[in-house]
């Protein structure tokens, strides 16, 4: 099984010629090059994954494959897992694009549903905002946490 050291933890320097890699229980691993890999002190870890078999276990270059796969995933990974501001339903918030205090009425996977008192009267009664466009919680008692 190969697995790229872009995702393990690894040390960015090598010890005695070897990769250290950090094991989730704070130990480590030590492990060394094949014959036909060499590594330099500094190394992108992205270049070179750990090869373990049934008989032995080392450090190889990593093919296009691995390094395409690994670019995707991460891709992915980050997209899904985007932070979204500390906001809740109900919160009153200010935004970038307009002057005023606005509440939450939904949260999206990518945008955030506001109103205000003024709209309640009109015929558009929420707008949809992206998250870049949020700007901060308002402040004094308008965010107040009541128990």
Request: proline content about 3%; hydrophobic content about 35%.
């Amino acid at each position: 099984m190969k697995t790229i050291l872009a995702k393990l933890n690894c040390l960015p320097k090598l010890v005695n010629g070897k990769v250290i890699i950090i094991n989730d229980d704070n130990t480590y691993s030590a492990y060394k090059p094949s014959q036909y890999c060499t590594i330099a002190d500094d190394f992108d870890p992205i270049n070179y994954c750990l090869l373990k078999t049934s008989r032995y276990e080392c450090i190889v270059h990593s093919d296009a494959k691995d390094k395409e796969r690994y670019l995707v995933v991460k891709q992915i990974r980050d997209m899904y897992t985007r932070k979204y501001p500390a906001i809740r339903l109900g919160d009153r918030i200010h935004i970038h694009s307009r002057q005023g205090i606005y509440t939450v009425e939904e949260i999206r996977k990518s945008t955030i549903v506001i109103t205000c008192k003024v709209w309640q009267y009109t015929d558009h009664k929420y707008v949809e905002i992206d998250f870049a466009d949020f700007k901060c919680l308002a402040g004094g008692l308008h965010n107040a946490v009541f128990e």
